[in-house]
């Protein structure tokens, strides 16, 4: 049975603390689910009660902190945000963004050590289970903002959620986010860059 990380777990938040520490300092390989279970002072029949192995454990903490992040933003952002351009949403959301991993600083360690699992199989089998591809939410963004008339007329939408969904699943291997102070510009690089290609031209 895999149930995950809930409010009714017992040992949720010291697991998940335990998780979060040992993932940063070890990386995935090295990890172990023994230190973890001693730190979150868990048995080994619990843990395997609510998960199958370390990397369904490892796939539970991802989902658990997209979804914390994901209430962040949906508790930051106005209704005045939401009615601007989808560029504009996306720069809004990169700002907030910013300010969660400074509000969460555990939360941003792991986003920074998972991305240098990059060149491993984990990372291929996380980007391939949590991509943007098949994110409901930016495909809701887009098809509103296609209605609107914000992209090119020449570009089917189901090629527009195909591509904003590729690159935003591979952006930590096109932008250069190694120095914390550089990747809000990189970021915002990264949208003006999307919305040159994908925005009709404005004729003067």
Same mark, same amino acid.
């Given at each position: 049975m895999s149930t995950g990380f809930n409010k009714d777990f017992e040992h949720n938040e010291a697991l998940m603390k335990a998780s979060l520490n040992e993932f940063i300092t070890r990386g995935y390989e090295k990890a172990s689910i023994n230190h973890i279970l001693k730190m979150a002072n868990m048995s080994k029949g619990s843990f395997y009660y609510h998960f199958k192995n370390k990397e369904d454990l490892y796939f539970h903490l991802i989902q658990t902190l997209i /979804?914390?992040? !994901?209430a962040f933003l949906s508790k930051a952002m106005t209704v005045e945000d939401y009615s601007t351009d989808i560029f504009s949403i996306f720069k809004t959301q990169i700002r907030l963004g910013m !300010? &969660?991993?400074v509000d969460y600083p555990d939360i941003n360690? &792991?986003?920074n050590s998972f991305v240098k699992e990059k060149g491993n199989d984990i990372y291929e089998r996380a980007l391939k289970k949590y991509n943007f591809e098949n994110n409901d939410q930016i495909n809701q963004m887009i098809e509103a903002s296609y209605h609107k008339g /914000? &992209?090119?007329e020449n570009l089917p939408i189901e090629f527009i959620k195909r591509i904003i969904g590729f690159l935003f699943t591979h952006l930590g291997e096109i932008t250069d986010i190694s120095k914390p102070e550089h990747i809000e510009q990189e970021?915002?690089?990264f949208i003006d860059f999307l919305k040159m290609g994908l925005t009709k031209e404005r004729r003067e």
């Open positions: /979804e914390k992040k !994901q !300010q &969660f991993a360690r &792991f986003a /914000e &992209f090119r970021m915002n690089y």
